[in-house]
């Protein structure tokens, strides 16, 4: 038995069954799951122990669809089966009074096929059909509650952003196989000059998109209207990652100039969107700009020639947001919102699951001995190390400091003060996914040294460069992370004062400093951010009417010259016709006289081309 | 002579079976008469095949066993049996009905010798054998219609005929002879090549119903019983066909006459289209069609000599168009003769309506069926031979064709507009053979063309 069929087939013919069968959807999505994690894990086992496999379908000629299972892609293939099988634990829980689970677990297994297929794709068009298809799965799952305002054009935002944003892969694709001659991605990978640069800028772009890197980072945060299930699948460990996972897989073959525009990105996303997580007041939507600004990070050590570090770091975030989006969720059946005012003290109403949450947000910030901290350090590592790291390192900084002032900032809104919340229902099941995945999260870390270990002959890049003393990265990324952690806890707290006594006339001048240094600037960015972004979105719908309006005047044109033209010419023909039958009289002597007629002209026209040739 | 004797076995044969039905017929055993016929074109048939590949003449020249004419014998005879199939379903108890099998059985005979034609005298006597049968077919019924019908048929044929025997007296003034292959001879008097070539276009054009000598065509076929004109669109006009392929060959290139025949071409495959656009009677419209597939044929005779192609295309669509017209006629036996009637076919008689519809479809050249292929190769033939611009014409008329087919299909899907049961004649299961054969025959040769290809090679 083949195990990448396995872990492709599985759920993709449980989602075949619960369309079928319409029973015990969530019973037949667990199983399905927990079939394509043993496959999974089975390709990883073997990977270790050197077994690659590959799986060769007929394609195009001369170019066949391939599946193959490197160590790279095994892991990754992993990594979703596994993110994959905890959020359909938690999802029996979180949807046990949903009327429509057939449709939502279908769903939501034809996109973890669809994202198992990317992983292991060997070839690019493999790969451009499973990236289509996560897009559109992911479209209907965002739209999942098309009923509630504004989910519909949320859904129809994140579609038609990423869709755009993938044109860029279509043309990459196109100038790669181009130039290689084949679809094979390893054998792509081997293209250099001009064509890798255009290539890897594009494959850029189409990054940008899925990963929602700025100015494209909107539609993630809107896409919080889909249920958390799904915030926590697509875009923590899954749909985002396709755009970093595209990146690290082709990370050999970019040029440095490539690179370097790749590391500029990730930076200007990661304080961009860390901004705007710290402004916001939804829990969801502050975990999605966090989601960017963690990409961002993975982007710089992309851009620094580390794709090791991205990709510890993808492992690392993908338990880890699993896991707050997981723990957001019970705050949102509890309060009924997902709005940080309302969440307020939610965590007294449920210890355990704030415990989970708080592990979290605190591997996320990038505390010792969580797993965040360990790719973090790698991260920093990676952009000490590189060529840019005056303009990699600030960045990574910056990244680091503002991802635990907003980790800060709703734990401290989560724990304190009081609230009352109401009792919720499928707990258990809950609990038990979110429980594995906080534990995923903690534990990560140590299987980072394995992992490298593994993984260094594909990816050929060592994480640690010797010249680096060892514990420079530690110390600064642990500084930057706590001195985020204290800033976000103490200044909410003043912010929160501060509507009752105006900031200026209290003694915290140090602090009232910092609220009006940074706070306050950070906020009016993370609003100018928004407006841009506004702005963006409106230049966006603006050409989308533009090209509507160009639409209606062709169509009109149509209708007028060349629909009418066409009429025309069918009634000409029409009457043509009628003419021809007239000629048809029916009296004999009449035909004839046409028929002598005709051939007295044949004649003629015989003896003049004998005359002419 | 022995040898020409063998050659000629099949020839022979139907003459003996014309013989044997009309014993029969005369004792009044129409039964027995149309078994003699069908027993005796299929012997006949089977005897050709050791003939395939022969390229060879019998009597001094004057009757060619080449290509064409075995293909022309293993097409046309089978054809002439699913005519007469047709043809008991629609005459069995009519007084002297056995007259018809014996008429048609000598109407293929004439159409075979077309096909082989070889000396001038042959196309004459080829072309008055298949008149005087086929006035006597179109006039069977003995009503107003159907003798006026034949009554036209006849002096149009006596035109034309007589025309045709004096421009070929020209011919033969020039050569000093009355083979075709002799007639390189007028490489030097070429008004002499033209004038005779005029009458071969006036004899052989009213025999294929080719634009400007068609007007019989569409009253006799709507005079004659069905079946008569299903038969009379088949198999006298691919003799024509033949017969016209058989003489260009040996005209000098002086006369240009590929030309000339492209003019044709282009008069005759517009004109029938046009035509049957506007015809409310399905009879009269699938005889227009039939003019219009005749200008399609004629680009297949443009090409000869000019490329290898031109004898298989010709070949090809000769099978192609038999079985999809028959096929045709069948469906109109079975449905009605007006568009009226094909009305709500398409629920009542789902599987008649899509044998109609596949028929219709090949006609007009739609991939895979056997009508795409002929035409496929026609249009490769003209283009190869230099007649792009024919080509072009031949597609736009193919454009308007499918106008013209769609007169007929979109009715069958739309609601009936007659209350009760459909009227369709009784569904006998000769008529139901004939068209299943022809269903498959339709589907067969688009699916396997390149099979039928590598044979006639």
């Known amino acids: 038995m083949n195990l990448i069929a396995v872990a492709i087939l599985a759920p993709l013919s449980a989602t075949l069954l619960i369309m079928l069968l319409r029973k015990q959807p969530a019973g037949l999505a667990l199983l399905g799951a927990a079939i394509g994690l043993f496959g999974s894990l089975g390709l990883l086992a073997n990977t270790f122990n050197g077994l690659s496999e590959e799986i060769i379908l007929p394609g195009l000629p001369g170019m066949p669809l391939r599946l193959v299972a490197t160590p790279l892609t095994a892991l990754l293939s992993t990594l979703v089966a596994v993110v994959c099988t905890l959020v359909m634990v938690y999802a029996v829980g979180y949807m046990k009074n949903d009327k429509e689970k057939v449709r939502f677990f279908a769903t939501l297994l034809l996109f973890a096929a669809a994202m198992q297929t990317l992983v292991l794709a060997g070839d690019w068009i493999l790969l451009l059909s499973a990236w289509e298809l996560i897009g559109l799965s992911s479209y209907l799952l965002i739209g999942f509650w098309y009923r509630k305002p504004g989910v519909k054009s949320a859904a129809t935002r994140a579609f038609l952003v990423t869709r755009s944003a993938d044109l860029g892969l279509y043309v990459a694709v196109f100038i790669l196989i181009a130039n290689a001659g084949s679809s094979d991605i390893a054998t792509t990978l081997n293209t250099s000059g001009g064509p890798a640069i255009a290539a890897g800028i594009l494959l850029l772009v189409a990054a940008m998109g899925k990963s929602a890197q700025t100015p494209l980072h909107d539609w993630l945060q809107r896409a919080m209207a889909g249920p958390t299930p799904v915030s926590a699948l697509l875009h923590s460990a899954t749909l985002v990652a396709a755009g970093a996972i595209l990146l690290i897989r082709t990370a050999p073959m970019l040029p440095p100039e490539t690179l370097l525009v790749i590391g500029i990105v990730g930076g200007v996303t990661t304080v961009v969107t860390g901004l705007i997580a710290l402004g916001e007041s939804d829990l969801k939507r502050m975990l999605a700009a966090s989601t960017s600004s963690q990409y961002g990070l993975m982007l710089i050590a992309v851009g620094a020639g580390v794709p090791m570090a991205a990709l510890l770091h993808l492992i690392a975030h993908a338990a880890i947001k699993s896991s707050l989006f997981l723990g957001a969720g019970v705050f949102q059946h509890s309060r009924d919102s997902t709005m940080l005012k309302q969440l307020q003290g939610v965590g007294r109403n449920h210890p355990k699951i704030f415990f989970g949450f708080a592990l979290a947000a605190l591997a996320l910030a990038g505390i010792p001995p969580l797993s965040g901290f360990f790719s973090k350090d790698a991260i920093i590592a990676a952009a000490l190390s590189s060529d840019h790291i005056v303009v990699l390192l600030p960045f990574a900084l910056a990244g680091t400091l503002l991802t635990g002032g907003y980790m800060a900032r709703a734990l401290q809104i989560l724990w304190q003060k009081n609230g009352t919340s109401q009792p919720v229902s499928g707990l258990a099941w809950m609990g038990a996914g979110l429980g594995g995945l906080v534990l995923l999260a903690v534990i990560l870390g140590a299987a980072f040294p394995g992992l490298e270990a593994l993984l260094e002959p594909v990816l050929n890049i060592r994480l640690t460069e010797s010249n680096i003393t060892q514990f420079i990265p530690e110390i600064l990324g642990l500084s930057a992370a706590l001195g985020g952690l204290l800033l976000g806890w103490f200044i909410p707290v003043k912010r929160l004062l501060g509507p009752l006594l105006p900031w200026t006339n209290r003694g915290f001048a140090i602090a009232g400093g910092f609220d009006n240094l940074m706070v306050r600037p950070a906020l009016a960015i993370a609003h100018r951010c928004e407006k841009l972004e506004r702005f963006l979105y409106e230049s966006v719908l603006a050409t989308g009417r533009l090209g509507l309006k160009l639409g209606q005047l062709v169509r009109r044109n149509d209708d007028q010259g060349i629909d009418g033209f066409i009429f025309s010419f069918v009634r000409g023909t029409i009457n043509l016709g009628a003419k021809a039958r007239t000629l048809q009289s029916g009296l004999i002597h009449k035909e004839l006289a046409i028929s002598t007629v005709a051939s007295a002209l044949l004649l003629v026209f015989m003896f003049i081309t004998l005359l002419v040739y | ?457």
């Open chain 2, 1 to 457: 002579m022995e040898r020409d004797l063998t050659l000629l076995i099949p020839e022979i044969i139907i003459l003996l079976t014309v013989v044997f039905a009309l014993v029969a017929e005369m004792l009044r055993l129409p039964r027995i008469a149309l078994t003699v016929c069908i027993f005796g074109l299929l012997l006949a048939t089977v005897q050709t095949l050791p003939m395939l590949g022969a390229d060879t003449s019998v009597f001094g020249g004057t009757f060619r066993i080449d290509t064409l004419s075995v293909w022309a014998k293993l097409i046309l005879l089978p054809a002439t049996v699913l005519s007469l199939l047709l043809a008991r379903a629609e005459l069995a108890g009519t007084d002297r009905e056995g007259t018809v099998y014996v008429l048609v059985c000598l109407v293929s005979l004439a159409s075979v010798l077309l096909a082989g034609v070889g000396d001038t005298m042959v196309l004459v006597l080829g072309i008055l054998l298949s008149g005087l049968g086929s006035f006597a077919l179109v006039a069977y019924p003995r009503n107003d219609f159907a003798t006026e019908a034949a009554m036209k048929f006849f002096v149009f044929a006596s035109v034309t005929t007589s025309v045709m025997i004096f421009g070929l007296s020209y011919w033969f003034g020039g050569s000093g002879s009355t083979l075709l292959s002799e007639l390189s001879r007028l490489e030097s008097s070429p008004s002499v090549a033209v004038i005779g070539l005029m009458a071969v276009i006036i004899g052989l054009g009213y025999k294929a119903s080719l634009v400007p000598f068609h007007f019989w065509a569409p009253d006799a076929y709507e005079g004659a019983p069905v079946s008569i004109a299903a038969y009379l669109s088949v198999v006298p006009k691919i003799g024509a066909i033949l017969a016209f392929a058989q003489v260009v060959r040996d005209i000098p290139m002086i006369t240009n006459w590929p030309l000339i025949i492209a003019v044709v071409a282009v008069l005759t495959m517009t004109y029938g289209y046009l035509a049957a656009l506007v015809q409310r009677n399905v009879v009269r419209l699938l005889a227009y069609s039939s003019v219009a597939q005749a200008g399609y044929f004629l680009l297949g005779v443009v090409a000869v000599g000019a490329s290898p192609l031109a004898l298989q295309s010709l070949i090809v669509f000769s099978a192609a168009y038999a079985a999809m017209n028959l096929g045709a006629f069948a469906m109109v036996m079975l449905i009605g003769r007006t568009i009226e009637t094909f009305k709500g076919v398409g629920r009542e008689k789902p599987l008649l309506a899509v044998a109609m519809v596949i028929f219709l479809l090949s006609l007009v050249g739609i991939p895979p069926l056997a009508g795409f292929v002929g035409k496929f190769l026609l249009f490769g033939a003209a283009i190869e031979a230099g007649f792009l611009w024919l080509t072009v014409v031949a597609i736009l008329n193919s454009v308007l064709s499918l106008a013209v087919y769609l007169r007929i299909m979109v009715p069958m899907y739309q609601q009936s507009s007659r209350n009760g049961e459909l009227s369709t004649t009784e569904s006998t299961p000769f008529i139901t053979t004939v068209w299943i054969i022809a269903l498959l025959f339709t589907i067969g040769i688009g699916v396997s063309a390149q099979l039928l290809l590598g044979n006639i090679n």
